[in-house]
Structures are given as structure tokens and as C-alpha cells.
């Protein structure tokens, strides 16, 4: 179970938000061409949902290592070198990472002492707000697994994983 949702987990919540964001924007065209009448509760919804989409699909990248990245040096130097590259680079991530989601934190304690709400839904702004916060927590969970995975494929001498290519 936990094996799957490892590697399932951001695949089923961005499926999640990305199904509420199109369903709900799709309701809304039809409501304002058809019916001359939109809502706010619907721009609202497929504005937190295009947030929650953007942080966990960071969090996935990072999973698959599909970030935007000029690799042309790493078709000229050695296996283990490259692998060292990889590591210095989840390590500047993780610090960069681990700062976000510590000062993300702050601004959902202030969200959450003064009470804010949406205007059209008029729910807590801590749920919106959480977005950032678990996309970085789900960074930093990813990042120490691939630090974990690269250090054991440095030792191993075993060539480090790379993620998917887009072009060759």
C-alpha cells in the first residue's frame, strides 16, 4: 500500500484538482454564455485548484526529475561526477525548499489566528493557503528520496537515475 501511493500519490491529486479545475471552469462557460449568469464561487474554485495543481506538479517533477534543465555537460563528464552534480543540486533544493515551506508556514498561522475567509465561498483561507506548504513538504519528501537514491547509486557505482528526456 504505501509502495503505491509512493509512487502514486501526486498522479491521484493532481488527476483530483485537475478534474475539479476543468469540470468547474467548463460549468462556468456554459453557465455565462448560456445562462448570462457566473459565479464567483466558481473562479474561485478553479483558481485554488489551478494552485494546488501548480505545487503538487512540482512536487511530481521533482519526484521524476522534470524540471527544466540544461544537461549538455552532463553528456561529457563521468558517471560518478554527475552523480555528484545531482546531489549538490537536491541539496541547494532542499535548503531553498525547506526555507519556502518554513516561511509558508507563517503566513498560514497569520491566515488562521485572524479568521480570514474567501470572498465567494466563505471558507477558511487556510485550506487555499495549505497549497504552498504541501507542495514544498511534498518537495522536501521527494528530494531526500532522491538524495537517498543518488547517494546509494554513488556507492553502488550504479549510474544515476536522470528522469525522462524531452528531447535527445
Known amino acids: 500500500m504505501l509502495a503505491l501511493l509512493n509512487k502514486n500519490i501526486e498522479r491521484w491529486a ?6 475539479l479545475l476543468v469540470s468547474t471552469m467548463a460549468v462556468e462557460v456554459i453557465r455565462r454564455e448560456v445562462f448570462a449568469y457566473s459565479s464567483i464561487w466558481g473562479e474561485e474554485i478553479v483558481r485554488y485548484a489551478f494552485i494546488y495543481l501548480a505545487w503538487i506538479g512540482a ?4 519526484r521524476e526529475r522534470a ?6 555537460i552532463f553528456n561529457y563528464i563521468s558517471n560518478r561526477t554527475k552523480t555528484l552534480l545531482y546531489i549538490f543540486g537536491d541539496l541547494v533544493m532542499l535548503a531553498v525548499a525547506a526555507l519556502a515551506l518554513y516561511w ?19 471558507v477558511s483561507m487556510v485550506w487555499f493557503l495549505m497549497a504552498v506548504p504541501i507542495g514544498f513538504g511534498l518537495m522536501v519528501f521527494r ?3 532522491s538524495l537517498i537514491r543518488d547517494v546509494a547509486d554513488l556507492r553502488s557505482g550504479k549510474p544515476v537515475f536522470e528522469g525522462e528526456r524531452l528531447f535527445d
Open 59 to 62: 512536487a511530481a517533477a521533482v
Open 14 to 19: 493532481l488527476l483530483v484538482f485537475y478534474t
Open 67 to 72: 524540471h527544466i534543465r540544461i544537461d549538455v
Open 104 to 122: 509558508s508556514w507563517e503566513t498560514v498561522a497569520v491566515s488562521w489566528k485572524f479568521g480570514s475567509v474567501s470572498h465567494g465561498l466563505r
Open 143 to 145: 528530494l531526500l528520496q
